[in-house]
């Protein structure tokens, strides 16, 4: 699986800067995509301050100082960066993935303990329910048939959380509601330019106007979907364990439904999309990935009694995770004056990390450009701690960590049986961070079948 002594996949990867750029040709950039405003040198320093427009913002980009902010000293900076808040804010409320304080507090132990790795046996039989039915869908399609694979993963993922939330969702409603939140995120990601222009909290943001209608819209959905499934009678959820086990009703449920759908759905489709671009590129890993499978499932869908057989699987969607992170950018803002590796942090300043440029860190990973999923192998040298974080880390860390790869590895090693999907000749892949990192709008791949 793999031989380091060939020569290996450079996937592609945003342009990186040799010289300073003026101020607003580098906002024009941020708001088109995140990841390309970093330099060269950024890959090598450990911590450094850079500025967007008035706001400043420290980079905390090592082990030391990752740890630091995040677990060391998390009170100073648990509140989530002004831009992130006031996106989402419309959409999820209160929700607890930008909650701060006492409202985080109290909900983020109901979220992490209905979404906890010891519920996975709950969560497992909808996953593969989903995963055969899209396995039977691209079954009856020809041999080398066009998908844009973003949009494939994107379905996927979104069935699954839908289930898992609500149970049994009437047809259709889960891609209705991805498909919403998919184009609420498209407008408002990026957008927030008062913030970065330091003006406070409550100056109305012109999205607030804009997006308004399509969040009523979203909302009516979700208390629809949220209804059904605290009706006595029906079928366990994550929704109906969130209010019988963590008490939360009306609007409170509702925003943690919408955080989880926010939380859970692009990202895993992210994750998917790209482990199947880099098995496209990558002949020898798409080969081990499927002796894998096959010997483990013998044909059949993945469970999570598998799991344990996929060390390669978990390999390579480790490897895309450090090689794209989906959330590749963890932006806080300092509650208090306070300290930070050395340097005086002022309350109000953008503290950021970045997974995309610590995974690649020259000091901390070999060839770190290159894909090598056996560096996630048993047995391979131990990953640099606190430096592979694609779900965070310290108490804020990503509640459905387990959820994710468990749902990734059923589905990739399921459907990996059967299908080689290609690239569409002439594509060019271009990674695009604003509030994820995907490759691109959409991912058009054929359907080969895999021999
Ligand atoms: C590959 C898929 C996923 C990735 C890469 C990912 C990554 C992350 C990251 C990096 C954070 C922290 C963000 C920050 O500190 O700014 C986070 C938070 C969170 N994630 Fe995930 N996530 C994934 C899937 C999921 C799934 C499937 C669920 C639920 C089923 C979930 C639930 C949450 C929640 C509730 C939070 C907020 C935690 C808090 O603030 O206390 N995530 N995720």
Redesign the pocket.
Known sequence: MGDTTEARLTPPFPERLTRRLPPLELLRRFRQDMLSVWHERHFEERFFATRLLARRALVCNSPATVHAA?VARHAAFER?SPQ?RHALEPLIGD?????DGLA?RA??PV??GV?HRRRLAEFAPAMAAVVAERRAAWAARRPGAAVDMLAEMGGL?AEV?CR?LFGAPEPGAPAEVAAAFSRYLARVAGEDLPSLLGLPDWVPRFQGLRVGEEVRRIHAVLDRLVAAAVRPGAGIS?VGAMAAEGGLEGEALRN?AA??IL???E??A??LAWAWFLLSQDAAAAAGLRAEARAALGGGVAGIEDLPRLPFTRAVLEES?RLY???A????QAVQDTELAGHRVRRGDLVLTL?FLLHRHRALWAAPDEFRPERFLPGAPPRPLHGF????LG???????H???A??MLALATLAQDVAPRLVPGTVVTPRCRLSLRPGEVLPMLLERAT
């Not at 950018?329 to 806080?332: K, P, S």
């Not at 974080?389 to 965070?392: A, D, L, N, V």
């Not at 108490?395 to 960590?401: H, L």
Request: contains cysteine.
């Open positions: 995040f989530k992130l929700g607890v993935f930008i909650a985080w909900r983020r979220v992490a979404t993922a959380i898992v994550l943690e955080t989880l939380a859970g759905h990202t895993t992210n994750l995770l992170p989906p959330v950018v963890l932006a806080r997974p974080i694609p779900f965070s108490p804020r860390v990503c509640t459905g960590a959820f994710a790869m749902e990734a």
